[in-house]
């Protein structure tokens, strides 16, 4: 069983930096891949970056290429998204979730979800 807490968000100021972080308080963390994905008020949930279970691999949507970065510590069951340069159009609920299949964590057919963490940047 994956249980996957969101911590790390907050509010920050245009142009500044938060890192988020994804922990599972189960056993199997290492199985699958993680995702991150967002959803702003009034839009629909969008996917943002996910690496594969080994962390060998990793993707990002466009918007969060050459800003942010997904990392993940499997001995200590913990995802990670470094965000710089943060934007007011970043602003959202941010959730984190595991899926076996890297390929298809994209594609938002995940089979955990975390509670999400608001990340709110100020213009």
């Known amino acids: 069983q994956v249980q996957l807490v969101e911590s790390g968000g907050g509010l920050v100021q245009a142009g500044g930096s938060l890192r988020l972080s994804c922990k599972d308080s189960?056993?199997?963390?290492?199985?699958?891949?993680v995702g991150w994905f967002r959803q702003a008020p009034g839009k629909e949930r969008e996917f943002v970056a996910a690496?594969?279970?080994?962390?060998?691999?990793?993707t990002y949507a466009d918007s969060a290429t050459g800003r942010f970065t997904i990392s993940r510590d499997n001995a200590e069951n913990t995802a990670y998204l470094q965000m710089n340069i943060l934007k007011p159009e970043d602003t959202a609920v941010y959730y984190c979730?595991?899926?076996?299949?890297?390929?298809?964590?994209?594609?938002?057919?995940?089979?955990?979800w975390g509670q999400g963490t608001q990340v709110t940047v100020s213009s």
């Open positions: 189960g056993r199997t963390f290492g199985n699958y891949a």
């Open positions: 979730a595991a899926k076996t299949l890297f390929l298809e964590v994209r594609s938002g057919r995940i089979d955990y």
């Open positions: 690496i594969s279970r080994s962390g060998g691999r990793t």
